[in-house]
């Protein structure tokens, strides 16, 4: 069964400094991963997903993320990070079925 | 609308009452999935449908709970006898036909509290 680790409960960031939301991963099968953010009120969004090619893929807002298949590794980058980056991330994974888990969630704040 | 929506945004209900939680996907849009979510925690997988039929239900945690989709488009989540440990959030995602590439577009969730 595939699983999803945040290791991270709260990350905190200096608004301007980079930022990394860390995520590892474990399937059966070829992994498809994606990022998802919940901002306070709001339902989660979209922001990017990896499903084959470049291990570097870039998504909304600025952020981007770095599959790295031999670590089981899908970290959250932002070279810049903005006081409104501040929310709730989540990693979540999907083996090749239609079942989508995520993980528990890593609260990032970013001090202006 | 163009987003996910889901009704009621918030629902109190005593232990042991029936709820019925509604949620009506993105127009187009065949694949829909019910998760939970508790305080703290990420979304749990209760159910997932394609069209009319429930494809994966192995994440509803137990004979209480039921979800239809009759017509492949809204659907309803159904908790029996409801009991204190089901108050959480239940979100509601669809995505679009058949895909296991594709990311799922989330409604802002029905917050069920069991008094």
């Known amino acids: 069964a595939q699983s999803v680790a945040q290791p991270e409960d709260q990350v905190n960031v200096a608004e301007g400094n980079p930022l990394t939301v860390k995520c590892t991963y474990s399937v059966s099968g070829n992994p498809y991963l994606f990022w998802y953010v919940q901002y306070p009120n709001r339902g989660l969004q979209f922001l990017l997903k990896y499903i084959t090619g470049d291990n570097l893929v870039k998504g909304s807002y600025g952020f981007e993320a770095e599959f790295n298949k031999s670590q089981t590794s899908f970290h959250l980058k932002k070279p810049s990070a903005l006081v409104s980056d501040s929310a709730l991330y989540f990693c979540a994974v999907r083996d090749g079925g239609f079942k989508t888990i995520f993980g528990a969630g890593t609260r990032l704040f970013v001090k202006a | 609308g163009a987003g996910v929506s889901q009704t009621p945004s918030n629902k109190v209900t005593e232990k042991g009452k029936y709820v019925e939680l509604r949620c009506d996907p993105i127009?187009?849009?065949?694949?829909l999935y019910w998760y939970r979510q508790s305080l703290g925690q990420g979304p749990e997988f209760l159910i997932y449908?394609?069209?009319?039929?429930?494809?994966?239900d192995s994440g509803l945690p137990n004979d209480r709970f039921f979800a239809v989709r009759p017509e492949g488009s809204v659907s309803t989540l159904k908790i029996q006898r409801t009991e204190r440990g089901d108050s959480a959030v239940y979100l509601c995602a669809s995505s679009r036909a058949g895909t296991y590439t594709g990311e799922l577009f989330f409604g802002e969730g029905s917050r069920l509290t069991v008094l």
């Open positions: 449908f394609q069209g009319t039929g429930a494809a994966d």
């Open positions: 127009s187009g849009h065949t694949a």
